[in-house]
């Protein structure tokens, strides 16, 4: 059972996170990142694992080319990313704020044993370091 520490991921992940299957077509996952407002979304298999990861750059000209073409959009599968950057849940938010200096990723897939577990973006964490930095 996941338990919270004010200074880990865990604290500040969300739960109810928005998700794709490598069957979903492209079309579903560029409405649903524009809903949730998300730069991207995680990948998982029928058990919840992550398998990769897809953002609205990876979809944006496969979208146009579809419209132009009047053509049926391809599926996740075709155009996800599989070398995904995830984090553990028990991750320290000054080390997972570190590690963002140098990786580009707004959003990081939160994983415990495979499976997806939550979400924490780059807002996720500066809110969380001016909380602690308020203290």
Not at 102 to 114: D, H
Request: glycine share 6%; hydrophobic share 45%.
């Amino acid at each position: 059972m996941l338990t919270a520490s004010a200074e880990t991921v865990l604290s500040i992940m969300s739960r109810d996170c928005f998700r794709v299957t490598l069957d979903t077509p492209i079309t579903t996952l560029a409405r649903g990142l524009t809903l949730h407002r998300l730069p991207g979304a995680p990948v998982v298999d029928e058990a919840d694992r992550l398998v990769g990861f897809i953002s609205e750059q990876d979809v944006l000209g496969q979208i146009l080319d579809s419209v132009y073409h009047d053509d049926e959009a391809p599926l996740v599968s075709e155009l996800m990313r599989s070398d995904v950057l995830s984090v553990s849940p028990d991750k320290s938010i000054i080390d997972l704020a570190q590690e963002m200096l140098g990786a580009k990723p707004k959003v990081y897939p939160v994983v415990e044993q495979e499976r997806l577990v939550g979400m924490v973006t780059r807002r996720d964490v500066l809110m969380a370091l001016l909380t602690m930095h308020g203290r």
